[in-house]
């Protein structure tokens, strides 16, 4: 069964910086998009960063100069660098895996989410 752990979260102060990484089991890792969302209370789950297998990186807007996606696809794990937190960051954050192609999804995984919490 595929496995993504989250670790990293935690309680930081405005402007402050944080790493969530994320590993990967029975997972054939490299062939997979590598997603990280998060939920706020009382919000949908959004969309914060993606790299997709071959690199490619895509960044909500919201997120756009502050946080950088990474991969290390011989460790099997996804890395999310937030710097400048605000306190509008504060959300779980979830990593998630996809594969899908011509309308087809042949995986879809997530991860059990970490607390970031940026508050003085």
């Known amino acids: 069964q595929v496995q993504l752990v989250e670790s990293g979260g935690g309680l930081v102060q405005p402007g402050g910086s944080l790493r969530l990484s994320c590993a990967a089991s029975?997972?054939?890792?490299?062939?997979?998009?590598m997603g990280w969302y998060r939920q706020a209370p009382g919000k949908e789950r959004e969309l914060v960063a993606q790299?997709?297998?071959?690199?490619?990186?895509k960044y909500a807007d919201s997120v756009k100069g502050r946080f950088t996606i990474s991969r290390d696809n011989v460790k099997n794990a996804v890395y999310l660098q937030m710097n400048s937190l605000k306190p509008e960051d504060t959300a779980v954050y979830y990593c998630?895996?996809?594969?899908?192609?011509?309308?087809?999804?042949?995986?879809?995984?997530w991860g059990q989410g970490t607390q970031v919490t940026v508050s003085s």
């Open positions: 029975r997972i054939f890792f490299s062939i997979y998009a």
């Open positions: 998630n895996a996809n594969r899908a192609g011509g309308g087809i999804v042949f995986g879809d995984y």
């Open positions: 790299i997709t297998s071959g690199g490619s990186t």
